[in-house]
T-cell receptor
Framework: ELKVEQNPLFLSMQEGKNYTIYCNYS?????LYWYRQDPGKSLESLFV?????AVKQEGRLMASLDTKARLSTLHITAAVHDLSATYFC???????????FGTGTRLKVLA | SAVISQKPSRDICQRGTSLTIQCQVD?????MFWYRQQPGQSLTLIAT?????????ESGFVIDKFPISRPNLTFSTLTVSNMSPEDSSIYLC??????????FGPGTRLTVL
């Protein structure tokens, strides 16, 4: 059974700093997803990672996937206050469409 | 992407009653999903709803408690039956598109007193 773990659970960082959120998963996952959720809002799709070594970037966020290590990372470059949100990673067990979500990382960027 | 709407957006209900949540998509999709997000928690999949077949429930969720309908390719309902305070959560529907990503509705915030 696929299990997805994220760390850290909470992250408070200064504007302009860099940081990485880690997403580990326990068994083979066809795909790895990153979502953003603002307070009281739904989930916004950020990245879809489909293969080993995949790297995607959007603005100050960059996501990567290492299927051998069963690890995905979400790197934040020069954080700004607008990035404050909860970030979730999710995996999909091989051959299924079911998403298994990580615990989420609550990010707060301080001015 | 897909545009998804849910009704109601929020509700406050009494213990022992039932609430039906509607999910409408702006395009035809094969697979729809229902998730629960308890306060401050992550998302947990309740069931997968495919048109023309019975919903498939995940471990810990049963049809008697969470009956689901999927009458066509753009619509689904989730009923939360015989509610208790432990059912207070956000319920989200999502759809899988051909772009291999699930898109989520805005959610229904349910409070059970």
């Amino acid at each position: 059974e696929l299990k997805v773990e994220q760390n850290p659970l909470f992250l408070s960082m200064q504007e302009g700093k860099n940081y990485t959120i880690y997403c580990n998963y326990s068994t083979t996952s066809d795909r790895l997803y990153w979502y953003r959720q603002d307070p009281g809002k739904s989930l916004e799709s950020l990245f879809v990672l489909l293969s080993n070594g995949a790297v995607k970037q959007e603005g100050r966020l960059m996501a990567s996937l290492d299927t051998k290590a069963r690890l995905s990372t979400l790197h934040i470059t020069a954080a700004v206050h607008d990035l404050s949100a909860t970030y979730f990673c999710a995996g999909a067990p091989a051959g299924t469409y079911k998403y298994i979500f990580g615990t989420g990382t609550r990010l707060k960027v301080l001015a | 992407s897909a545009v998804i709407s849910q009704k109601p957006s929020r509700d406050i209900c009494q213990r022992g009653t039932s609430l039906t949540i509607q999910c409408q998509v702006d395009s035809q999709v094969t697979m729809m999903f229902w998730y629960r997000q308890q306060p401050g928690q992550s998302l947990t999949l309740i069931a997968t709803a495919n048109q023309g077949s019975e919903a498939t429930y995940e471990s810990g969720f049963v049809i008697d408690k969470f009956p689901i309908s999927r009458p066509n390719l753009t619509f689904s309902t989730l009923t939360v039956s015989n509610m208790s305070p432990e059912d207070s959560s956000i319920y989200l529907c999502s759809v899988e598109t051909s772009r291999d990503t699930q898109y989520f509705g805005p959610g229904t915030r349910l409070t059970v007193l």
